[in-house]
């Protein structure tokens, strides 16, 4: 014990005299100064730690936010078309329905009747598809038929119709409709999905960290973009088809129906005629191609008889 205490009390003896109370400050406050210096470095090494690992979970998140992506927007487009099948079955009063129909009208005049039509037609609101006037051999209105394909507003269709069947004769009339009322609202359905697909692609999109991110959630982006466009053009061709019926008018002379040509009463004789003129030809036509042929059998069948004659006449000399 003795020892120690006499090896403590050198040192501090020794401490006294090389060291100054200024200079023990001084080493003092360095050693402060070194242990927060790496107390801080402790800290940022842990906070760097920590953000590394925070980035690579959203990293990692922004990665499978491209797997999953599919799966969450599917959920909120499911909301959406909820949402969307609701509110059409509020809104939706009466069912969509395709008109078409068919008729054939007589009238003593096509040409006019056909004009009178369009008349009609642009009355109601309506457009010609397409028209075709054929004439026949005869230049006269008599022989004239025109087809017409109108494309007339579901409103005036039934009253349009009936002013077509006052225009003439009505020798043929059809009419159906079709019932697209599911199909319409299955596209808007659909387009309602892809919307909400497209907006939850852009918000994702907008969050995105990598460029590989970016780069994917824009060629999703791009896909649904071009299935909304097709969709919509869809939507657009049964909605014409819905707010416009389809008529077909075949518009015929009254007259060209019952005209029949009269033929003389020697008709029969002419055909007769005209049978053994034919026939006279045709026996003519044959005799000129067999001539030739049965002469040189005759010469032939005459040169062989006389030579047959001659053998004989040798045999009985001799």
Request: no cysteine; aromatic share 6%; charged share 10%.
């Amino acid at each position: 014990m003795s020892v120690n205490r006499t090896n403590h009390s050198g040192l501090l003896t020794w401490l006294k005299r090389k060291w100054s109370p200024l200079s023990l400050v001084l080493i003092l406050s360095a050693l402060l100064a070194g242990a927060i210096v790496v107390g801080t470095l402790l800290q940022h090494t842990a906070s760097s730690s920590q953000s590394s690992g925070h980035y690579k979970f959203a990293s990692a998140s922004s990665s499978s936010a491209s797997g999953s992506a599919t799966s969450s927007i599917r959920h909120t487009a499911s909301n959406a078309s909820a949402n969307s099948i609701a509110q059409n079955a509020t809104t939706t009063n009466s069912a969509a329905v395709i008109k078409t129909a068919n008729l054939t009208v007589k009238s003593l005049h096509p040409d006019a009747t056909a004009s009178h039509v369009r008349n009609l037609l642009s009355k109601a609101g309506g457009y010609i598809q397409n028209m075709e006037t054929n004439t026949g051999q005869k230049a006269t209105s008599d022989n004239t038929i025109v087809n017409m394909t109108v494309r007339v507003p579901s409103g005036h269709f039934n009253s349009f119709l009936k002013e077509i069947k006052s225009t003439g004769a009505v020798e043929n009339f059809s009419q159906s409709g079709r019932n697209v009322t599911q199909q319409a609202n299955n596209l808007q359905l659909q387009l309602n999905q892809l919307q909400s697909e497209a907006t939850a692609y852009s918000r994702l999109y907008s969050k995105a960290k990598t460029m590989k991110d970016m780069l994917q959630i824009q060629q999703s982006l791009t896909q649904v973009d071009s299935q909304i466009n097709s969709v919509k053009q869809q939507v657009h061709h049964l909605h014409q088809s819905v707010s416009f019926g389809t008529v077909t008018i075949h518009l015929v002379s009254k007259t060209s129906a019952a005209v029949i040509e009269q033929k003389p009463m020697w008709h029969p004789l002419l055909q007769s005629l005209h049978f053994m003129k034919t026939s006279f030809f045709g026996l003519v036509t044959f005799l000129s191609w067999i001539l030739p042929w049965g002469i040189l059998f005759g010469i032939v069948l005459w040169l062989w008889t006389k030579w047959k004659h001659r053998q004989s006449g040798k045999n009985k000399s001799s």
